[in-house]
């Protein structure tokens, strides 16, 4: 006879066995939540009205949850932007002006993924784009296979990090805090990843230029006034789709929602003016953005009746006990946490760990006291929320189940290989980790911006 008190255990423990056997997560998740709740009732800890519950939080949490109408709109504005031609104009402006720089081409590279994670916050369309784009052109000029395939999956990821990422729009709902508030502590963390890839590639091929060379000198205009020209054209319509966005949310211009729209709307406009908004790649756009938001709101659908059967058979109370009982502290707590987050990355993706994981340590972090160090409860809800969001960008480089890995691999040229990747993302997973100690050691790093501009 099963222990009721263990019944949670066994729920994890099967939904995670069953999500590698590659059976659709959304249905993994509900159909664990489901039947869990039948077992539940046998042993008479769970009441079948209780299903009743799921309808009105499938509806109200997810359905007429008018921040979550911002997913569709930012997942269609990834899309369309990778379309539009505006990533091929930037990069070749960073890789002109950084022409004479050892690892000129892999700092551009990291250059145009921080400008473009802050535009589409969309993964799958970052790396491949980026794949598609860089990769070629980094080896046509020599670069060494694996640090070239690291940068381009290291800074493709950035988008999950990032505003308008769809993970930290997902992500406040689920922790009750302001889409604005998460995106600007995000965005010192977001940058700090990028310098440190910045730092690495420089220090490399400073110190070995034969991994990155130096471009030809006569790449690219050689008048002050092209150069302009260029850097006017390639620069100021991402950066100006970005203050829109971001500007909007965070001065208070405009909902996380409203400001989706005019996210989308923009990035229409300048597929429009790159001649790349045809009626069949409108039409193409259109139907990827509805497989992506499905998949989302799918996966939205069956974690919500995962989570609730889990709470109500008690799995908050078994969790607490557990990290009671080792007595590990506060910091102990914390540590275990994050190693449980990165671990998981290795398996999972972002939206399973965010919405299996979240509603599991959220109340523990009441019963957690990091005294001066954090602040109040909200900032340590901040805190945590960044902490897991550096700490899930991990989940996309992490083998066996990286899945920018995979999206890089399947338009890759044939002669990069996996495992050539895999060696490939090893320093940018270290330095992620780097990224993670810091704002672990200093949270102003994600509360000071907030703070200073919110209150």
């Not at 400008?115 to 990769?135: D, F, Y």
């Not at 604005?180 to 502590?185: H, L, S």
């Not at 429009?272 to 009626?279: K, T």
């Not at 969790?319 to 502290?329: K, N, P, Q, Y």
């Amino acid at each position: 006879m099963i222990d009721p008190y263990y019944l949670p255990a066994f729920m994890f423990l099967t939904m995670a066995v069953l999500l590698l056997t590659g059976y659709p997560v959304a249905m993994v998740l509900g159909g664990v939540g489901l039947a869990f709740g039948f077992i539940g009732y046998f042993l008479d800890v769970f009441r079948l009205i209780e299903f009743f519950n799921l309808m009105p939080r499938i509806w109200g949490g997810i359905a007429d949850n008018m921040v979550l109408v911002a997913v569709p709109m930012f997942i269609f504005m990834g899309t369309v932007l990778e379309r539009s031609g505006v990533a091929e104009k930037l990069l070749y402006c960073l890789q002109v002006l950084l022409r004479r720089v050892p690892g000129a081409l892999a700092l551009a590279v990291t250059g145009m993924g921080t400008i473009m994670a802050a535009s589409t916050g969309i993964i799958g369309a970052s790396v491949v784009m980026m794949s598609l784009l860089a990769l070629p052109a980094m080896l046509h000029w020599r670069y060494d296979m694996a640090m070239a395939s690291g940068t381009v999956a290291a800074s493709g990821t950035l988008g999950i990090l990032l505003p308008p990422s769809i993970m930290l729009v997902i992500m406040a709902e689920m922790m009750g805090l302001s889409v604005g508030r998460i995106f600007m502590a995000a965005i010192f963390p977001g940058l700090i990843l990028a310098g440190l890839y910045v730092l690495y590639i420089g220090l490399r091929a400073g110190f070995n230029p034969a991994l990155a060379p130096p471009l030809d000198k006569a790449e690219g205009p050689q008048t002050a006034l092209a150069l302009a020209g260029l850097v006017v054209t390639s620069f100021v319509p991402p950066l100006a789709l970005m203050f829109l966005v971001l500007g909007s949310i965070i001065f208070g211009w405009a909902t996380v929602t409203e400001a989706s729209a005019v996210g989308a709307a923009g990035a229409l406009v300048l597929a429009a003016l790159n001649r790349r908004l045809s009626w069949a790649t409108l039409k193409d756009t259109v139907q990827r953005a509805a497989l992506t938001n499905a998949m989302v709101f799918f996966v939205l659908v069956g974690a919500t009746a995962f989570a609730y059967v889990f709470r109500s058979l008690g799995g908050d109370f078994m969790v607490e006990d557990m990290i009671e009982a080792f007595g590990l502290g506060t910091w102990g707590t914390l540590l275990v946490l994050v190693a449980i987050v990165f671990f998981l990355g290795f398996f999972f993706e972002w939206i399973e760990i965010t919405l299996i994981v979240l509603p599991i340590f959220l109340p523990m972090l009441a019963l957690m006291d990091f005294g001066d160090h954090v602040g109040t409860h909200r900032e340590v809800v901040l805190w945590f929320a960044i902490l897991m969001a550096v700490n899930l960008q991990t989940s996309f480089l992490t083998p066996p189940f990286g899945f920018a890995l995979f999206y890089m691999k399947g338009v890759a040229p044939p002669e990069v290989k996996m495992q050539t990747i895999y060696r490939g993302i090893i320093p940018f997973v270290l330095l992620q980790l780097l990224g993670l100690g810091l704002v672990i050691a200093f949270p102003q790093l994600a509360l000071w911006l907030p703070e200073a501009v919110l209150g």
